[in-house]
């Protein structure tokens, strides 16, 4: 496995792979983030970058790869290892800050016969995976909402490159609306309104809407980055008022009832071991590639253009 990126994310993967005894090589760019990443996890980092590195690794296997780069840079790293013949690829989400990248991504996904997975861990939390499971058996999700609030305070003085929180409802905040669209299904019908904005993301910072899922599911969200709040997911089934508020804890309410009622799910001993869902995430890319859990790129285009209604960046 080649793991792309020697920064932050590349630790957290770096760990979960480390730990399930995984042979992987690191490629990484600048020196400052290969000499922590080698500190923090005592694997050696090849310097220069994924073009100098490409060249260097031409005679050994490439069939798998994860990449962790700066959201600005996620579709070209993945696009570049594709036109090396790589076959496999998790990408850190969003893979692309516009449906022009997302789009030439999943274009040469599919010419190259290769299959690209957007990397979204909460999909993987033990408790959106035992969430599942009483979904299913409860015959589905009839209601649901969601709220995606950025703390704007933090996230004003963050030094990123150019673009990049400009597009942060499709960098960060899709971890909230990709978690309900999976849970609930696709939106086929929807209205989306917006107020205010910053001067780092002048297209809104207030965000409410509604609509209907391709599984029957009505749903609304709502998001004020101008006041407090934090991220949430609350749906209904027949007989039961889930919320995932924060994501990695489960409650209920049953029906007849106003009692919230916490729900112990397996596996959290995984969870705090590693980044929460990362374990299962880079699982199910290495060992089962078809895992519904998994986001493959020609979903996350199509999601794209809901997100891209939401925070009013234009089809661009």
């Known amino acids: ?58 005679d050994q296997d490439k069939s798998c790869a994860i990449v962790c780069v700066g959201s600005e840079a996620l579709s070209l790293a993945a696009i570049q290892l594709l036109n090396h013949g790589f076959k496999r690829i998790l990408v850190e ?73 400009e597009r942060w409802l499709l960098g960060n905040s899709t971890h909230v609306i990709d978690l309900a669209i999976f849970l609930a299904g696709s939106p086929i019908e929807f209205e989306c309104r917006r107020s205010g904005g910053f001067s780092w993301h002048p297209s ?52 007849g009832s106003i009692a919230v009622q916490s729900i112990a799910v397996e596996d959290s001993d995984i969870d705090k071991k590693f980044k929460p869902g990362l374990f299962w995430q880079v699982e199910a890319f290495i060992n089962d590639s078809s895992s519904e859990f998994l986001c493959p790129i020609e979903d996350q285009l199509a999601n794209a253009r809901f997100y891209i209604e939401i925070a009013g960046y234009g089809l661009k």
């Not at 993967?13 to 490629?27: F, H, N, Q, R, T």
């Not at 969200?221 to 994501?247: D, V």
Request: contains cysteine.
């Open 1 to 58: 496995i080649w793991l792309v990126g020697s920064g932050g994310m590349a630790i957290d993967y770096a760990k979960v792979l480390s730990g399930m005894g995984a042979d992987y090589e690191v490629i990484g760019r600048g020196d400052n983030s290969a000499a922590t990443f080698e500190a923090a996890v005592g694997c050696k980092v090849r310097r220069g970058g994924l073009m100098a590195n490409l060249e260097a690794i031409r």
């Open 93 to 165: 989400k969003p893979a692309g800050l516009s449906l022009v990248e997302l789009s030439e991504l999943n274009a040469r996904a599919s010419e190259n016969g290769a299959s690209v997975f957007v990397a979204y861990n909460r999909r993987f939390y033990s408790s959106v995976r035992h969430l599942r499971k009483l979904i299913n058996e409860d015959g589905g999700v009839t209601s649901l909402n969601f709220e995606f609030t950025e703390w704007a305070h933090q996230i004003e003085p963050l030094v990123k490159a150019p673009g990049v929180k």
């Open 204 to 255: 809104g910072s207030v965000f409410v809407g509604s609509g209907l899922t391709n599984s029957g599911a009505l749903f609304s969200y709502q998001a004020n980055w101008a006041a407090p709040g934090r991220w949430g997911i609350e749906l209904c089934t027949s007989r039961y008022r889930f919320i995932l508020r924060p994501l990695e804890t489960l409650q209920v309410i049953e029906k």
